[in-house]
Antibody, heavy 123, light 107 residues
Framework: QITLKESGPTLVKPTQTLTLTCTFSGFSLSTSGEGVGWIRQPPGKALDWLALIYWDDDKYYSPSLKNRVTITKDTSKNQVVLTMTNMDPVDTATYYC???????????????WGQGTLVTVSS | EIVMTQSPATLSVSPGERATLSCRASQSVSTHFAWYQQKPGQAPRLLIYGASTRATGIPARFSGSGSGTEFTLTISSLQSEDFAVYYCQHYNNWPPLFGGGTKVEIK
């Protein structure tokens, strides 16, 4: 059974750096095809991609956030870490990590999601 | 980027009725396409991938169709637990963007 859980601060100040950790079980990021991504959802709004990392350390970033976001993995701990610099109140959102298998057109969708964590950016 | 546009924004349907949701891609995504359901306070749940394949555990009343740029999600007979927001997504290339969502509400 695959599970994912996000952890990190619920409140950050403007200009600070946000660090979120996704801890997962039921699969290994050292297995071919496996990927973990981050998506956020501002209150009442739609889903917005942040970053994605695969078993082979291939990484993808949102074009609009590429300069602020970094994704890394720790295979031994079954964790994926997202950092986002220079946080702003508009970055207030629920941040989700998710699981997918296969790259691009090979995938069968984002099949497992964490429960999400609400991050508020305010001074 | 391939932009996904969903319509309508809100769909009012009575329980037991059929619901039809639409999604249009700004360019062809073949069948590299998925639908998700999201209920308040919950994470999205994968319903359909490959435009028409139901994900594990998804009831048969949910069906997807389409290819290229036009896609449809049909809920054959709405149950109380189906009132939610539905998102479409392509995964033809990066970034695999989502549509803005269709809220299915009780009429």
């Amino acid at each position: 059974q695959i599970t994912l859980k996000e952890s990190g601060p619920t409140l950050v100040k403007p200009t600070q750096t946000l660090t979120l950790t996704c801890t997962f079980s039921g699969f290994s990021l050292s297995t071919s095809g496996e990927g973990v991504g981050w998506i956020r959802q501002p209150p009442g709004k739609a889903l917005d991609w942040l970053a994605l990392i695969y078993w082979d350390d291939d990484k993808y970033y949102s074009p609009s956030l590429k300069n602020r976001v970094t994704i890394t993995k720790d295979t031994s701990k079954n964790q994926v870490v997202l950092t986002m610099t220079n946080m702003d109140p508009v970055d207030t959102a629920t941040y989700y990590c998710l699981h997918m298998v296969g790259k691009a057109t090979v995938t069968k969708g984002m099949d497992y999601w964490g429960q999400g964590t609400l991050v508020t950016v305010s001074s | 980027e391939i932009v996904m546009t969903q319509s309508p924004a809100t769909l009012s349907v009575s329980p037991g009725e059929r619901a039809t949701l639409s999604c249009r891609a700004s360019q062809s995504v073949s069948t590299h396409f998925a639908w998700y359901q999201q209920k308040p306070g919950q994470a999205p749940r994968l319903l359909i991938y490959g435009a028409s394949t139901r994900a594990t555990g998804i009831p048969a009343r949910f069906s997807g169709s389409g290819s290229g740029t036009e896609f449809t999600l049909t809920i054959s007979s709405l149950q109380s637990e189906d009132f939610a927001v539905y998102y479409c997504q392509h995964y033809n290339n990066w970034p695999p963007l989502f549509g803005g969502g269709t809220k299915v509400e009780i009429k």
